[in-house]
């Protein structure tokens, strides 16, 4: 799951489907894809996008 306290209320309201990028710690861009998991939060899971390249 992807969680940043500025993107989280955005990707609380993405779909399954949606590709969505997320800056991690060392400041790189990562894309990831949100799958059809529903979380207790109301968020999807996501899969990183580098891993099916």
């Given at each position: 799951?992807?969680?940043?306290?500025?993107?989280?209320?955005?990707?609380?309201?993405?779909?399954?489907?949606?590709r969505?990028?997320?800056?991690?710690?060392?400041?790189?861009?990562?894309?990831?894809?949100?799958?059809?998991?529903l979380?207790?939060?109301?968020?999807?899971?996501?899969?990183?996008?580098?891993?099916?390249?």
């Open positions: 799951m992807l969680r940043s306290r500025t993107h989280e209320d955005h990707l609380a309201r993405q779909g399954a489907g949606a969505v990028p997320w800056v991690g710690p060392t400041g790189e861009e990562e894309w990831f894809e949100l799958t059809d998991a979380l207790p939060d109301g968020t999807y899971a996501a899969e990183p996008l580098a891993l099916y390249r």
